[in-house]
């Protein structure tokens, strides 16, 4: 699986966008880009993911740049409980039986301020 | 709730002893995934079974094994438990043959080792 980097920590007033960044300049053209969060201790939650298209859904937005190398996560209104850290991950469509692991990295630690 | 359970959520233990950690997935998957997170090596992936089968090892010793049973519940075992061992052990489950795939995570065992 490409290997993504993201930022160790970042902080965001309560209400205002959190734009999360992530590099995978690796990235080959099967393999899509998936976002999971995990609070304190709790199993990690999946937001999003796409391929190559902005993507957008009820919890964030998900924007890839045209050379698929980077994308951000849109958190568009922060609030106290998307305190978490987030995980970029890069991996090819799992279909059928396929192998559908998730490699987490050491994710973006993402901290809403009042 | 993501719809996966696990049993128990706490659990202590000594040195040498060997315990089992009990994940039932969310009703109609057929992959279950095993993960372990302690605080020096992150989210690490273990193993994964599909149908019964398994698919996938990621860094699983030899101590611990799993099994996916014939109702799709799974166990992992964990023996001749070392200090180290303590961490906290996520089960996932996914409905593979979906275009999303997305992973679903139980809420953990944390598992003490003294």
């Known amino acids: 699986d490409a290997k993504t980097t993201q930022p160790t920590s970042m902080d965001c007033a309560e209400g205002r966008a959190a734009n999360l960044p992530c590099n995978h300049s690796?990235?080959?053209?099967?393999?899509?880009v998936y976002w999971y969060r995990q609070i304190h201790s709790q199993g990690p939650q999946y937001i999003i993911h796409g391929l190559k298209n902005n993507e957008t859904n009820e919890m964030a937005s998900l924007i890839i740049t045209e050379d698929r190398k980077s994308s951000t996560l849109i958190l568009p209104h922060a609030t106290l409980r998307d305190t978490a850290v987030y995980y970029c991950i890069v991996r090819p469509h799992a279909g059928g039986t396929s192998y559908g692991k998730l490699t987490f990295g050491q994710g973006t630690i993402l901290t809403v301020h009042p | 709730d993501s719809g996966v359970t696990q049993t128990p959520k706490h659990l202590i233990t000594a040195t040498g002893q060997r315990v089992t950690l009990r994940c039932s997935p969310r009703?109609?998957?057929?992959?279950v995934y095993w993960y372990q997170q302690s605080l020096d090596q992150g989210l690490q992936f273990l193993i994964q079974?599909?149908?019964?089968?398994?698919?996938a090892k990621g860094n699983i010793l030899e101590r611990f094994s799993a099994q996916q049973f014939p109702d799709l519940h799974s166990e992992l075992n964990l023996s001749s438990l070392e200090l180290g061992d303590s961490a906290l052990y996520f089960c996932?489950?996914?409905?593979?043959?979906?275009?999303?795939?997305?992973?679903?995570f139980g809420s953990g065992t944390q598992l003490s080792v003294l």
């Open positions: 079974y599909y149908n019964g089968e398994e698919r």
């Open positions: 009703s109609g998957d057929l992959s």
């Open positions: 690796t990235i080959s053209g099967n393999e899509y």
């Open positions: 996932a489950s996914s409905s593979p043959g979906t275009y999303n795939e997305k992973l679903f």
